[in-house]
């Protein structure tokens, strides 16, 4: 069964500063893996989703790379800013099934 | 943009009630998934549809049931809630010609009294 873990659970950071977001999973026969942000009592929103043959995914200030056979991914996100405050989580796709980590929270201080 | 509705947002039920969330999506895809989610424990898949009438069992389906009779609509039924089920219910779909990319919904949060 796949695992996923993600550390740390929650990051608080000055304005400005590199986030540096860590995904680690068990079983590397992944399709793909996804980074999702979901804000307070809301539904998840898709950032950025990596195919397995992939290395990187850049979209904007956000760049996630995949290093399939040691089973991590790291999401970056370049000079922070307070909308960024988040709930950050990664997914890993085998087969239809999508395997979640419990997220990491973010906070920007401005 | 793919639009994923939840029928309601908030909903307060007892224990031992029948209860349907339900989830429609607009953009033809064929897969359709039901989470739940919990504090510290992330997102759990507790049923999936790959198809109309089709289903498979996820991670924890134990109490859930779930209907799709209609492309665009996927059910969730809880039989007879219980306070265990409280939480936040979150409906996804996906089609695998555009990548198996899965869009969410806003999510319904349960409370089971």
């Known amino acids: 069964k796949q695992e996923v873990t993600q550390i740390p659970a929650a990051l608080s950071v000055p304005e400005g500063e590199n986030l540096v977001l860590n995904c680690s999973f068990t079983d590397s026969a992944i399709y793909n893996l996804q980074w999702f942000r979901q804000d307070p009592g809301k539904g998840l929103t898709s950032l950025l989703l990596i195919q397995s043959s992939q290395r990187e995914q850049t979209s904007g200030r956000l760049n996630a790379s995949l290093d399939k056979s040691s089973g991590r991914s790291t999401l970056y996100i370049a000079a922070s800013q307070p909308g960024d405050s988040a709930t950050y989580l990664c997914?890993?796709?085998?087969?239809?099934?999508?395997?979640f980590g419990a997220g990491t929270t973010v906070t920007v201080r401005a | 943009d793919v639009k994923v509705t939840q029928s309601s947002r908030y909903l307060v039920k007892r224990t031992g009630e029948k209860v349907f969330l339900e989830c429609v999506q607009d953009?033809?895809?064929?897969?359709m998934f039901w989470y739940r989610q919990d504090p510290g424990l992330g997102l759990r898949l507790i049923y999936f549809s790959y198809d109309v009438k089709m289903k498979e069992k996820g991670d924890i389906p134990e109490g859930y049931s779930v209907s799709r009779e209609k492309k665009e609509r996927f059910s969730l039924i809880l039989e007879s809630a219980s306070t265990n089920q409280t939480s936040m219910y979150l409906c996804a779909s996906s089609s695998w010609a555009s990548g198996n990319i899965q869009y969410f919904g806003a999510g319904t949060r349960l409370s089971v009294l």
């Open positions: 997914a890993v796709r085998n087969d239809y099934k999508l395997s």
């Open positions: 953009m033809d895809h064929e897969n």
